[in-house]
């Protein structure tokens, strides 16, 4: 059983910048891909970022494009998601998964980091 390990949230103020972490306890090359999502008070899931992992090539939406930057570090079996000029509708639970590359396979998921962001 793969976990997901998400770090990095917390407090920020606006116009911060904030980096998230999600270690996975095996190869990332177990996984077709890789992302986050965030789900904000009385708001839907999110999808945020999500990487391709044998290739690296990401995909970001509008809400944080140009501000985000997602990365992965294959040695550590890391994901990083930068994120730049926060603002308060930045505000929420991320959470990072994994879609393994097995078909029929449960996506992983990690148990979520809050990221509270002050005007």
């Known amino acids: 059983q793969v976990q997901l390990v998400e770090s990095g949230g917390g407090l920020a103020q606006a116009g911060g910048a904030l980096r998230l972490s999600c270690a996975a306890s095996?190869?990332?090359?177990?996984?077709?891909?890789m992302g986050w999502d965030r789900q904000a008070p009385g708001k839907q899931r999110e999808l945020v970022a999500t990487i391709i992992t044998g290739g690296g090539r990401t995909n970001n939406v509008d809400s944080v494009k140009g501000r985000s930057t997602l990365s992965k570090d294959n040695a550590k079996n890391t994901m990083y998601l930068q994120m730049n000029s926060l603002t308060p509708e930045d505000t929420a639970v991320y959470h990072c998964?994994?879609?393994?590359?097995?078909?029929?396979?449960?996506?992983?998921w990690g148990q979520g980091t809050q990221v509270t962001v002050s005007s």
């Open positions: 095996g190869s990332i090359f177990l996984f077709n891909s």
């Open positions: 998964y994994a879609v393994p590359r097995i078909a029929g396979t449960t996506t992983y």
